[in-house]
């Protein structure tokens, strides 16, 4: 089963009883688990007998369905049937569901899940909780999509994908369950091989009501995937392949006990994996000629929005010569043409289009 990368929660939730109804899935396990703010089921899927727990959840922001988009193709094949007797896995496909519809990050109540984790003031996060206080996973891996405006610091590549070790206090100790998470993520990133792009590390600041902090805090290893954006890859195909590599190799690793280095050769192989910035953006258009002659530098930022059933890519002027975008995805010149040979219509609310450039909405 393919879904795109917006797709109603209903068209999930077809999809999901389709693939599990299929005699090769019937060893899955589905339950639904609670209630979304709005009232859709949210499910939970256990599959294996191993003595390793592993617990995985996608799509607490709504907007972020690469994640979810690689596991239902997971599902549809043989590939976790391996891991049987060697894992317990508990799989949430989709934790937000409205957010899923609405195409927001926050869920129907504009609560950013992944900064609930202390208040459990929503339904989902709830569930979350419950999850882990039920199942007491020995790894979780949580998942996650990130914007286009992730780059090295120099902004020579874009990060197609990123990591993160969470920190468990706020002196960012690396404890044993720390170390485990490092020793996981040096062994995806040094296998996912990108042509014209990197693999990179998130910031790892302290915050306890962020679920990952607060798992760590507990001790749980835990692993934060952000599947990133490279090229045009707008639909996230790309990525989606990307992220199911990614997944076999975190639990082909799980499966088999993760076998640790030294804890000096695990902090040294993670802390050599380049950290990301925001270096990025979707479109500049450099040497933009204005009225007066002079040359600036437009950054120009796609804004998503759900039309129907179509996810559209409306470009909007965000910057102005700023320093920090170093590069983008789509990087055009202007330096040729003078103000009056510009065919460039701005609206106030800063949406620009431009034949000559090509730069126009377009849906996915």
């Given at each position: ?211 990952g902090d607060y798992c760590m805090s507990r001790g749980i290893p835990i692993v934060l995937f952000e599947g990133g954006h490279a090229g045009q890859d707008y639909d996230r195909e790309e990525a989606a392949q990307l992220y199911e590599n990614a997944l076999k190799i975190a639990l082909t690793k799980l499966s ?109």
């Open positions: 089963m393919k879904l795109n990368r917006y797709f109603k929660y209903s068209e999930f939730e077809k999809g999901l009883d389709q693939i599990l109804n299929r005699s090769k899935n019937h060893s899955w396990q589905k339950s639904v688990i609670g209630k979304s703010v709005l009232g859709k089921s949210i499910y939970g899927l256990k599959f294996g007998s191993g003595n390793n727990h592993v617990l995985i959840w996608s799509q607490m922001h709504g907007n972020e369905s690469t994640s979810t988009r690689a596991l239902i193709r997971l599902l549809d094949s043989d590939f976790f049937h391996q891991f049987e007797q060697n894992l317990e896995l508990y799989i949430i496909p989709v934790l937000n569901p409205d957010g899923c519809d609405f195409w927001t990050r926050n869920n129907a109540n504009n609560v950013d899940l992944n900064r609930d984790a202390i208040d459990l003031s929503q339904p989902e996060s709830k569930i979350l909780r419950t999850a882990i206080d039920d199942f007491q996973p020995d790894f979780c891996l949580n998942l996650h999509d990130q914007r286009t405006i992730y780059g090295n610091d120099s902004g020579t590549l874009p990060a197609q994908f990123s990591f993160l070790a969470p920190a468990g206090d706020a002196e960012k100790t690396i404890s044993g369950a720390r170390l485990k998470a490092m020793s996981l993520i040096n062994s995806i990133a040094g296998a996912i091989n990108l042509e014209s792009a990197y693999v990179g590390r998130y910031g790892d600041d302290f915050n306890i009501n962020c679920i088999n006990d993760l076998k640790l280095q030294s804890r000096d050769e695990i902090v040294d192989g993670y802390n050599e994996i380049p950290s990301i910035a925001q270096t990025y953006t979707d479109i500049l258009l450099k040497q933009v000629s204005d009225a007066r002659g002079s040359r600036q530098d437009l950054a120009i930022m796609y804004r998503e929005v759900i039309d129907g059933d179509r996810l559209w890519f409306i470009p909007v002027i965000t910057d102005i010569d700023q320093e920090q975008i170093k590069n983008a995805h789509r990087v055009l010149d202007a330096a040729h043409l003078s103000f009056e040979e510009l065919d460039l219509l701005i609206e106030e609310c800063g949406v620009v289009q431009s034949t000559s450039f090509s730069i126009r909405s377009f849906y996915k």
